[in-house]
């Protein structure tokens, strides 16, 4: 079975200080993971995927197939950065259905 | 672009009566939608995977008789709750995929809160 695991329910960060927002995924293959992000008052969308390894909005995310991890990171926090954030996971491929995780707060505190 | 809507945003019903919810993708074909159920607090879980022209697959554990999902064109799709009841209260969450997307390049829309009294 596949599953995703967020630890923090809440994130608070001073804005300028780093962000690490913690995953761990079970998978029995080669999985792909993603981090989505919602706004307030906004629809969940897709912030960035592992293949890629793009950076979006100043946000990275590595995945550690040895840790089965993959922390969305950034090294200084914006205000704007307050959001939900979900990590989530598809089987390789691509066309599986997509596990999320139970999410976290980010708040950042000006 | 790749909008996706709902509705409705918020309904509120009576115990035993059925609820209807719309999904669209406005500007773009989906061929494939998805229903999430999400409670308070957790995360979003995937109800069943509807697509166009043919029957929805469910996941374990969501009753197929009583959550109707009917995506009879390529831009609609529908979840219907029938015999509602207290428990079924909660945030349902629709969306999308383009035509040949893979599964995480899902547009989503902006959910709909049911409260069953």
């Known amino acids: 079975a596949q599953r995703v695991t967020q630890p923090e329910k809440l994130l608070s960060v001073f804005k300028g200080a780093p962000v690490e927002l913690k995953c761990n995924y079970s998978?029995?293959?080669?999985?792909?993971l993603f981090w989505y992000v919602q706004y307030s008052r906004q629809r969940l969308q897709l912030l960035l995927r592992h293949i890629s390894r793009e950076s979006i909005k100043g946000f990275t995310a590595d995945l550690n197939k040895g840790e089965t991890s993959f922390h969305l990171k950034k090294p200084f926090a914006q205000e704007e950065d307050s959001a939900m954030y979900y990590c989530a996971l598809t089987g390789s491929g691509g066309y599986q259905k997509v596990t999320f995780g139970t999410g976290t707060k980010l708040q950042v505190i000006p | 672009g790749a909008v996706v809507s709902q509705h409705p945003s918020w309904v509120i019903c009576k115990s035993g009566t059925s609820v209807k919810i719309e999904c669209r993708s406005l500007?773009?074909?989906?061929?494939?939608m998805f229903w999430y159920r999400q409670f308070p607090k957790q995360s979003l879980m995937l109800m069943a995977t509807s697509n166009e022209g043919s029957k929805a697959t469910y996941e374990q554990g969501v009753e197929k008789d009583k959550f109707l999902i009917n995506h009879a064109s390529l831009t609609l799709s529908t979840l219907t709750v029938t015999s509602a009841h207290p428990e079924d209260s909660s945030f349902y969450i629709c969306?999308?995929?383009?035509?040949?997307?893979?599964?995480?390049?899902?547009?989503f829309g902006p959910g709909t809160r049911l409260t069953v009294t």
């Open positions: 998978y029995s293959g080669s999985p792909e």
């Open positions: 500007d773009f074909q989906a061929t494939t």
């Open positions: 969306s999308a995929r383009l035509a040949g997307g893979y599964s995480y390049e899902q547009y």
